[in-house]
């Protein structure tokens, strides 16, 4: 799927889960979106890495359809892009399926861990307005399944206007002030208590 025939994307095969799985591919898929396109060597560069390892794991990424070439920005090497702003995943009703969501929940969970506590580092700095609204937000709810799916949905309607706003690599539609702000939901139904609670 490329960004213009769709901006979301739906991943149901765990094989590609587990090759996104992957904590320089997670960030090199990050990166990439971030700066729109993007060449192996300045993903390297930007990641302290080697071209050659970049390049290998761009190549798996592309394998697996969430980059693809961008056409060349000049006659040795072309830049890549991502193929959608937003994924979500389906694992199905294999052992698989469930095996490979749950290593790259992981990892993504690891990776928005570190980017939060990146912010606490650089909050004291910025703006006091920014603090008021970022960090973490936690609610306990009682939900039947179809009013998980109601609530899922709603989330979606709500932040897909923001992302399909500003493309991927289109800095004039950012307005002034604008900054990348990563927004990880995280929905996790928890046992019940002994009493049932």
Known sequence: MSLESGRRRVIGDPVAMRALAHPLRLKLHALVGREGTMTAATAARALGISQALASHHLRQLGKYGFVEQAGRSDNRERPWRVTAVSQDWEPGETAEGHEGLSMLERFVLERSAAQLAEWQQRRPEMDSRWSEHTGVSQ???????????????????????????????????????????????????????????
Not at 142 to 152: C, W
Request: glycine share 6%.
């Open 139 to 197: 609610n306990l709810a009682y939900l039947t399944v179809d009013e998980l799916a109601e609530l899922h949905r709603a989330w979606e309607a709500l932040i897909s206007p923001w992302v399909q706003r500003r493309p991927l690599g289109d800095t004039a539609s950012r307005p002034e002030g604008a900054v990348p702000i990563d927004i990880t939901l995280i929905i996790a139904p928890l046992p019940p208590t002994a009493s049932g609670g």
